[in-house]
């Protein structure tokens, strides 16, 4: 059974850092891209970052661009999103999710997601 774990979630006051890791399993991680995307309450899901399974291009929302970055380690078969200089926008269930051939900002074209990790940024 495919699954994907987020962790490393928190509270954390504005300026501070995290750093979430996605761990994958029963699905070929090699052949996926992961993203990450949030979910604030009474908001639909928002793409944040994603990268690729063929040469680990990564892509960005304007929203967090300068401030988050994203790697994987395959030989782990993790996703990790650092996150710094948390704003309290940023506050959210964030979620990884794979996609073998959708558009890294498409929810619907991703097929396998984790459970999510919440993240709150307040002071």
């Known amino acids: 059974e495919a699954q994907l774990a987020e962790s490393g979630g928190g509270s954390v006051q504005p300026g501070g850092s995290l750093r979430l890791s996605c761990v994958a399993s029963?699905?070929?991680?090699?052949?996926?891209?992961i993203a990450w995307f949030r979910q604030a309450p009474g908001r639909g899901p928002e793409a944040v970052s994603s990268?690729?399974?063929?040469?680990?291009?990564?892509s960005y929302a304007a929203s967090v661009k300068g401030r988050f970055t994203i790697s994987r380690d395959n030989a782990r078969r993790t996703v990790y999103l650092q996150m710094n200089s948390l704003k309290p926008e940023d506050t959210a269930v964030y979620h990884c999710?794979?996609?073998?051939?959708?558009?890294?900002?498409?929810?619907?074209?991703?097929?396998?997601w984790g459970p999510g990790t919440q993240v709150t940024v307040s002071s």
């Open positions: 999710a794979a996609t073998s051939w959708g558009l890294w900002n498409r929810p619907t074209e991703h097929k396998y």
């Open positions: 029963g699905f070929n991680f090699e052949d996926f891209a």
């Open positions: 990268i690729s399974s063929v040469d680990g291009s990564t």
